[in-house]
């Protein structure tokens, strides 16, 4: 690597004190970075340019033709075009821009975070924001540390609906939440076979593949279809589920588990995927003594709905049922949620308001304050824990029991050794950050 990447030096230390210091104020414009261009990084920047006193300062791609596109759509738009780069370093240089936001493939989300806050920038990061268990650790560590504001991408924690709904379970109006039920029913088709083939110009297959072990290049393997190979995607369950798991973990208001357990299959397909496209997730924890239940159901296929999720009409299947003593309540996708109160289900309270994730996201880095955020880290990095664990549990075929005070699986050092991976220097997750 070369010397002028090792963010620790004195100078770059000099420059995170100094970009710390320069937290903006409300009159202020805070200078974002989009790293990664894709169809996630189009929602980020469109954020961007739409907000007031927001700019978009600089893009950051390792595929030129993804970062001329999203220059394009900038001139289109009669906005002005911006620097492009295809190392996320060279924007952590520059002591002008306030944050960054991370749609990169899900095995680079952590280290570029910490690289990000060590440089004294605000961070949102997609979901899931950590590729392993150890990384859900690392990441929450190196926010604290650097006392930097990192946002995960659960629009949901920001959707009014949704906080109105978690507020009325905790106050009980559906008596005793015992049990919550995650869903991800999605059509997905087969991504077939393709066959290794010389890296497309303009782009960086080195700086892509980063923290993972550097395979020959493949369409599949590259843009989007990286989700269902384990060394840079965590399957449908990191990929859409995450969500449904993050507001699962909400709403029963639990933080650790005691028992992970997962099932399922790669079916009907014969091609290069290797995630599972159908599982079965079941999660246990004791809260004071009190045992609760998460659920999560993932298919690939043709499905029913369930819950009204998902309307009449045949498609897609997307959100949560909560389950309690005095009735249950369903969150259809991410900003609605409707109720049923009683032996006669009779309709409760219900609500539908969209979020203002990244709204959210600028006004703590102009507060200052992390508890202003809505899915701050450590949120993020603890529903993404369950996530990790459901795929180890999928991955061996058992059952494991987690121990919360050493962050390890009881009695399974095949499992514990998945908690982490082995990195390609020099994209490193520190162990120190």
Not at 87 to 95: A, P, T
Not at 142 to 171: D, F, I, T, W
Not at 244 to 266: M, N, Q, Y
Not at 378 to 393: K, Q
Request: positive net charge; charged residues 25%; hydrophobic residues 35%.
């Amino acid at each position: 690597m070369n010397r002028r990447y090792f963010l620790m030096t004195s100078a770059a230390t000099a420059a995170i004190k100094t970009a710390r210091s320069q937290t903006p104020s409300p009159s202020d414009t805070v200078r974002v970075a989009v790293v990664g261009c894709g169809g996630r990084g189009n929602s980020h920047m469109g954020a961007w340019t739409s907000m007031p006193n927001v700019a978009l300062a600089a893009l950051v791609d390792v595929d030129d033709s993804h970062s001329e596109r999203f220059i394009g759509a900038l001139q289109r738009r009669d906005k002005k075009p911006v620097p492009m780069f295809r190392d996320i370093r060279k924007v952590l240089e520059d002591k002008n821009i306030d944050a960054v936001s991370i749609a990169t493939p899900n095995h680079w989300h952590t280290l570029q975070t910490i690289w990000a806050v060590q440089a004294g920038k605000d961070v949102y990061v997609e979901k899931p924001c950590s590729h392993n268990v150890f990384e859900s650790k690392q990441i929450i560590a190196a926010a604290r540390k650097y006392n930097r504001r990192v946002q995960m991408g659960s629009q949901s924690r920001s959707s009014p609906a949704l906080q109105e709904a978690v507020q009325k379970m905790k106050e009980g109006e559906y008596g005793d939440i015992y049990m919550a039920r995650g869903l991800c029913f999605k059509s997905r088709n087969t991504i077939g076979k393709t066959p290794v083939e010389p890296v497309p110009p303009g782009v960086d297959y080195d700086m892509w593949t980063g923290p993972a072990p550097l395979r020959p290049f493949t369409k599949n393997r590259f843009h989007y279809n990286w989700h269902w190979f384990w060394d840079t995607g965590n399957g449908d369950l990191g990929n859409q589920g995450i969500h449904e798991v993050d507001i699962a973990r909400w709403g029963l208001g639990v933080v650790h588990p005691t028992k992970v357990s997962a099932i399922g299959g790669k079916f009907m397909f014969d091609d290069d995927q290797e995630t599972p496209n159908t599982m079965n997730c079941s999660f246990e924890f004791n809260v004071g003594g009190k045992i609760k239940m998460m659920e999560f159901g993932l298919r690939h296929w043709y499905s029913n709905h369930e819950a009204g999720i998902g309307g009449d009409r045949p498609g897609n299947t997307i959100g949560n049922t909560f389950y309690g003593s005095k009735g249950y309540l369903v969150i259809d996708n991410y900003n609605k949620y409707y109720s049923f109160m009683g032996p006669d289900g009779k309709p409760g309270s219900a609500k539908n308001e969209r979020d203002r994730h990244f709204e959210n996201f600028i006004s703590a880095v102009r507060s200052s304050k992390r508890e202003d955020l809505n899915a701050e880290i450590e949120e993020g990095a603890m529903s993404c824990v369950l996530m990790h664990l459901a795929n180890i549990s999928y991955r061996l075929g058992r059952t494991l029991h987690w121990d919360e005070k050493t962050w390890t699986v009881k009695g399974d050092p095949e499992a514990n050794k998945m908690l982490t991976r082995n990195y390609r220097a020099p994209y490193i997750v520190p162990t120190k950050v």
